[in-house]
């Protein structure tokens, strides 16, 4: 299906802003490029070029006509291509579409799909995020939580695991793949509660070794407080992700009942998260000060 957005964006695109919104930069034009000519070892190249070179010639106005030679339709393909990165959503049209006809109807065909191309926007801040059918503006997106810097006292191996998986999971949802931004913050966040194992509290050690087990025992030695209200608030977000007919994450969805996460569905668990893991952080420094 065509890829569709506003009509008024194919004479002003948006301004930049947070992102670059107006025109594709260099970088991403010569991936695009570099795509393409991978794409061309599935069948004839030149034929291949021409198909890709006609929609980009539709995005920059100009009539298709075939080049004279292989060599010359690759330098009439950059050209144009060049041309219709002037404006972003029409070069994204082109790119999107082209990729989509060309796999059309045949397994052993692959063009670049969504989310390789959302990939592309992402690295090179562009601000759009294909959502087939429709083309995404992100500059009106709420940004995501931010979460506090690990303290110190925690490993350096584990404050890199721990800025890595933050860093995968927005790029994951930049890339319209909410499911597994979803599922990238779930595992950090079962991975810093096991910070609190072996922490002394008021009713002993806590000596889970599991998510559950571990909130439990938090839960139990912290009544009456914020801590144990937002334990019970995560504890039900956790179960939710993680049942099949819930959020689907965790077990696998359920094929007959279940229902897959949205796009905005997607942020929202995840910036849940990022505010729990905020909180979780300041709480273990205050707990493993208190010793």
Same mark, same amino acid.
């Given at each position: 299906m065509p890829l569709k957005f506003k009509g008024e964006w194919r004479f002003t695109p948006p301004a930049d802003g947070q992102f670059r919104n107006q025109?594709?930069?260099?970088?991403?034009?010569?991936?695009?490029?570099?795509?393409?000519? &991978?794409?061309?070892?599935?069948?004839?190249?030149?034929?291949?070029?021409?198909?890709?070179?006609?929609?980009?010639?539709?995005?920059?106005?100009?009539?298709?006509?075939?080049?004279?030679?292989?060599?010359?339709?690759?330098?009439?393909?950059?050209?144009?291509?060049?041309?219709?990165a002037a404006n972003a959503p029409l070069f994204l049209e082109a790119f999107y579409d082209a990729c989509q006809s060309f796999a059309a109807g045949d397994p052993d065909r692959y063009a670049p799909d969504a989310a390789?191309?959302?990939?592309?926007?992402?690295?090179?801040?562009?601000?759009?995020?294909?959502?087939?059918?429709?083309?995404?503006? &992100?500059?009106?997106?709420?940004?995501?939580?931010?979460?506090?810097?690990?303290?110190?006292?925690?490993?350096?191996?584990?404050?890199?695991?721990?800025?890595?998986?933050?860093?995968?999971s927005e790029e994951l949802l930049a890339e319209g793949r909410g499911r597994e931004a979803v599922q990238e913050n779930l595992w950090l966040l079962e991975s810093v509660a096991t910070a609190f194992r072996s922490l002394e509290t008021t009713s002993g050690t806590v000596e889970g070794k599991y998510f559950n087990q571990i909130v439990k025992e938090l839960r139990k030695s912290n009544p009456g407080t914020t801590l144990e209200r937002v334990l019970d608030w995560l504890t039900?977000?956790?179960?939710?992700?993680?049942?099949?007919?819930?959020g689907g994450v965790r077990h696998g969805l359920d094929l007959n009942a279940?229902?897959?996460?949205?796009?905005?569905?997607?942020r929202l668990f995840c910036n849940l998260v990022r505010s729990y893991l905020s909180f979780l952080l300041v709480e273990h420094e205050r707990m493993r000060s208190a010793k």
């Open positions: 025109s594709i930069p260099d970088g991403m034009i010569a991936e695009c490029i570099d795509l393409i000519m &991978r794409v061309t070892t599935q069948g004839d190249r030149q034929e291949i070029l021409e198909h890709f070179k006609g929609y980009f010639c539709e995005a920059s106005g100009a009539t298709h006509v075939w080049s004279s030679s292989v060599s010359w339709a690759e330098t009439d393909l950059r050209r144009y291509a060049e041309q219709a390789k191309i959302n990939a592309l926007l992402a690295k090179h801040c562009v601000g759009y995020e294909i959502r087939p059918p429709r083309l995404i503006i &992100r500059e009106n997106e709420a940004p995501l939580v931010a979460v506090a810097e690990p303290p110190q006292t925690l490993a350096e191996q584990a404050v890199e695991v721990f800025q890595g998986s933050l860093r995968r039900a977000l956790h179960g939710y992700l993680s049942s099949p007919t819930g279940g229902v897959s996460a949205s796009h905005n569905e997607a």
